[in-house]
Protein backbone atom coordinates (compact mmCIF):
# COMPACT_ATOMS: atom_id res chain seq x y z
CA UNK A 1 0.00 0.00 0.00
CA UNK A 2 1.57 3.44 -1.34
CA UNK A 3 0.46 6.73 1.06
CA UNK A 4 1.49 8.42 -1.91
CA UNK A 5 0.29 8.54 -5.61
CA UNK A 6 3.28 5.63 -7.48
CA UNK A 7 4.01 9.20 -9.78
CA UNK A 8 5.32 10.67 -6.57
CA UNK A 9 7.75 8.23 -5.46
CA UNK A 10 10.94 9.63 -5.01
CA UNK A 11 13.27 6.50 -6.85
CA UNK A 12 16.66 5.45 -4.59
CA UNK A 13 19.75 6.28 -6.37
CA UNK A 14 21.76 3.56 -7.43
CA UNK A 15 24.64 2.00 -5.75
CA UNK A 16 27.13 3.69 -8.29
CA UNK A 17 26.02 7.64 -7.54
CA UNK A 18 25.59 6.32 -3.48
CA UNK A 19 29.32 5.33 -3.56
CA UNK A 20 30.10 8.35 -5.17
CA UNK A 21 28.40 10.71 -2.93
CA UNK A 22 29.67 8.46 0.09
CA UNK A 23 33.49 9.02 -1.52
CA UNK A 24 32.62 12.85 -1.70
CA UNK A 25 31.75 13.33 1.85
CA UNK A 26 34.75 11.22 3.16
CA UNK A 27 37.36 12.98 1.28
CA UNK A 28 35.90 16.47 2.35
CA UNK A 29 36.02 15.21 5.69
CA UNK A 30 39.62 14.76 5.90
CA UNK A 31 40.31 17.56 3.88
CA UNK A 32 38.72 19.62 6.50
CA UNK A 33 40.05 17.68 9.41
CA UNK A 34 43.86 17.84 7.78
CA UNK A 35 43.78 21.65 6.91
CA UNK A 36 42.61 22.16 11.15
CA UNK A 37 45.19 20.14 12.27
CA UNK A 38 48.17 21.29 10.18
CA UNK A 39 50.50 23.93 11.08
CA UNK A 40 49.39 27.04 9.76
CA UNK A 41 51.68 28.38 6.68
CA UNK A 42 50.57 31.78 7.69
CA UNK A 43 53.08 33.63 9.80
CA UNK A 44 51.15 34.85 13.09
CA UNK A 45 52.51 37.99 12.69
CA UNK A 46 50.81 38.32 9.24
CA UNK A 47 47.61 37.11 10.96
CA UNK A 48 47.45 39.66 13.67
CA UNK A 49 46.37 42.38 11.14
CA UNK A 50 43.47 40.82 10.09
CA UNK A 51 41.73 41.15 13.62
CA UNK A 52 42.86 44.27 13.76
CA UNK A 53 45.89 44.37 16.03
CA UNK A 54 49.94 45.11 15.32
CA UNK A 55 52.18 42.63 13.85
CA UNK A 56 54.40 43.46 17.17
CA UNK A 57 52.42 42.04 20.07
CA UNK A 58 54.19 38.97 19.58
CA UNK A 59 57.60 38.33 20.00
CA UNK A 60 60.19 37.61 16.54
CA UNK A 61 60.45 33.81 18.22
CA UNK A 62 57.16 32.25 17.78
CA UNK A 63 57.62 28.34 16.59
CA UNK A 64 54.21 27.65 15.94
CA UNK A 65 50.50 28.70 17.13
CA UNK A 66 46.82 27.32 16.47
CA UNK A 67 43.49 29.12 16.30
CA UNK A 68 40.33 27.49 16.83
CA UNK A 69 37.64 27.92 14.26
CA UNK A 70 34.75 27.49 16.85
CA UNK A 71 35.78 30.13 19.29
CA UNK A 72 39.11 31.71 17.98
CA UNK A 73 40.63 30.69 20.93
CA UNK A 74 44.44 30.61 20.20
CA UNK A 75 47.72 29.05 21.78
CA UNK A 76 50.96 30.63 20.11
CA UNK A 77 54.30 28.50 21.31
CA UNK A 78 57.86 30.40 21.77
CA UNK A 79 61.16 28.38 20.77
CA UNK A 80 61.94 29.34 24.34
CA UNK A 81 60.78 31.69 26.98
CA UNK A 82 61.84 35.48 26.53
CA UNK A 83 61.82 39.25 27.50
CA UNK A 84 61.12 42.09 24.99
CA UNK A 85 61.79 45.95 26.07
CA UNK A 86 59.34 47.93 25.05
CA UNK A 87 59.59 51.99 25.85
CA UNK A 88 59.24 52.13 29.70
CA UNK A 89 58.25 48.68 29.81
CA UNK A 90 60.30 44.76 30.74
CA UNK A 91 57.35 42.28 29.04
CA UNK A 92 58.25 38.59 30.15
CA UNK A 93 57.18 35.98 27.40
CA UNK A 94 56.76 32.93 28.22
CA UNK A 95 56.98 29.26 26.05
CA UNK A 96 53.33 29.21 25.57
CA UNK A 97 50.76 31.89 25.24
CA UNK A 98 46.89 31.35 25.43
CA UNK A 99 43.92 33.67 24.69
CA UNK A 100 41.09 34.38 22.33
CA UNK A 101 41.14 36.65 19.51
CA UNK A 102 38.40 39.04 18.94
CA UNK A 103 37.80 41.99 16.45
CA UNK A 104 40.43 44.84 17.66
CA UNK A 105 41.17 42.93 21.02
CA UNK A 106 42.74 39.92 22.46
CA UNK A 107 41.17 38.42 25.67
CA UNK A 108 41.70 35.64 28.49
CA UNK A 109 45.44 36.30 28.21
CA UNK A 110 47.94 33.67 29.94
CA UNK A 111 51.68 33.48 29.76
CA UNK A 112 52.79 37.78 29.11
CA UNK A 113 54.02 39.57 32.05
CA UNK A 114 54.79 43.09 32.36
CA UNK A 115 57.01 44.40 35.30
CA UNK A 116 55.45 47.30 37.27
CA UNK A 117 57.86 48.62 39.61
CA UNK A 118 59.38 45.82 41.53
CA UNK A 119 56.60 43.01 40.65
CA UNK A 120 55.90 40.98 37.32
CA UNK A 121 51.62 41.52 36.83
CA UNK A 122 49.80 39.06 34.26
CA UNK A 123 48.39 40.56 31.05
CA UNK A 124 45.39 39.16 30.81
CA UNK A 125 43.98 41.31 27.92
CA UNK A 126 44.91 43.91 24.86
CA UNK A 127 42.40 46.60 23.02
CA UNK A 128 43.18 48.41 19.88
CA UNK A 129 41.68 51.94 20.40
CA UNK A 130 41.90 52.99 16.60
CA UNK A 131 40.48 56.60 18.07
CA UNK A 132 43.68 57.58 19.23
CA UNK A 133 45.91 54.78 18.02
CA UNK A 134 46.82 53.41 21.56
CA UNK A 135 47.33 49.80 22.22
CA UNK A 136 45.20 49.25 25.85
CA UNK A 137 46.99 46.35 28.15
CA UNK A 138 44.94 45.15 31.26
CA UNK A 139 46.23 43.90 34.43
CA UNK A 140 43.65 42.53 36.35
CA UNK A 141 41.49 45.38 37.20
CA UNK A 142 44.08 48.18 35.97
CA UNK A 143 45.24 49.18 32.35
CA UNK A 144 48.43 50.96 30.64
CA UNK A 145 48.36 52.72 27.23
CA UNK A 146 51.31 52.68 24.62
CA UNK A 147 51.09 54.14 21.14
CA UNK A 148 50.26 52.16 18.59
CA UNK A 149 53.56 52.70 16.42
CA UNK A 150 55.71 50.67 19.35
CA UNK A 151 54.47 47.67 17.94
CA UNK A 152 54.53 48.04 14.32
CA UNK A 153 57.51 46.36 14.26
CA UNK A 154 58.29 42.64 15.84
CA UNK A 155 60.45 42.64 18.74
CA UNK A 156 63.36 40.88 19.14
CA UNK A 157 63.13 38.64 21.87
CA UNK A 158 66.18 38.13 24.63
CA UNK A 159 67.40 35.73 27.44
CA UNK A 160 67.91 38.11 30.32
CA UNK A 161 69.35 36.71 33.52
CA UNK A 162 67.22 34.51 36.30
CA UNK A 163 67.64 37.15 38.47
CA UNK A 164 64.65 39.27 36.12
CA UNK A 165 62.79 36.11 35.67
CA UNK A 166 58.70 36.62 36.97
CA UNK A 167 59.58 33.23 38.25
CA UNK A 168 62.75 33.63 40.32
CA UNK A 169 61.74 33.39 43.53
CA UNK A 170 59.34 30.30 42.79
Known amino acids: MFLCHPSQIIPLPDSTSTMALSQFLFFSFLFIFFNLSLPNEIDVHDLLPTFKLPKGLLPNNVESYTISPKDSSFTVQLTH ?22 YGEVSDISGIQAKKLFVWV ?49
Open 81 to 102: PCYVEFPNQLVYYQKDIKGKLS
Open 122 to 170: PVTGIDVDEQFHMIEFHVGFLSEKLPAEVFENIPTCKNMGSQDSPFASI
